[in-house]
Nanobody
C-alpha cells in the first residue's frame, strides 16, 4: 500500500504563489500517473493537473498558465507550483496516484492523500 504525505498548503493573498508537495512511499516500483485534485466547499472534487511517467501533463482550463505540475520519479514526489492565485482557487487539494506497481508485484489502481487546505484571501 502506498502512503501519500502532502505538504505546502496554507493561507496566501490573491496574486501570490504557493507550492504543494506530495511524497509517495511504500516499496513502490513505479507510478504511472501522479495528479492533484481539489474540492471547494459545496463543490465536487475536480482534476487540477496530472503528469504521467512519460512526462506528459494535463491541466484544468481554470489553472492553465498559472499552475505547473512536476514530478521527481526517483523520489516518487509530485509538486504543484501555483502562481497568481485567485480567490476561487481556495479548496482542499488532494494528491492522487494511479497505476501503482509495488516491489512485491502487487498493484493499486488509485490512491489518495489526506488533503491539504489552500486558502486564498486578502
Amino acid at each position: 500500500q502506498v502512503q501519500l504525505v502532502e505538504s505546502g498548503g496554507g493561507l496566501v493573498q490573491p496574486g501570490g504563489p504557493l507550492r504543494l508537495s506530495c511524497a509517495a512511499s511504500g516499496s513502490i516500483s513505479s507510478i504511472n500517473t501522479m495528479a492533484w485534485y481539489r474540492q471547494a466547499p459545496g463543490k465536487e472534487r475536480e482534476l487540477v493537473a496530472r503528469t504521467s511517467s512519460g512526462g506528459t501533463t494535463d491541466y484544468a482550463d481554470s489553472v492553465k498558465g498559472r499552475f505547473t505540475i512536476s514530478r521527481d520519479n526517483a523520489e516518487n514526489t509530485v509538486y504543484l507550483q501555483m502562481n497568481s492565485l485567485k480567490l476561487e482557487d481556495t479548496a482542499v487539494y488532494y494528491c492522487n496516484v494511479a497505476d501503482v506497481t509495488y516491489n512485491s508485484g502487487g498493484w493499486s489502481l488509485t490512491e489518495w492523500g489526506q488533503g491539504t487546505q489552500v486558502t486564498v484571501s486578502s
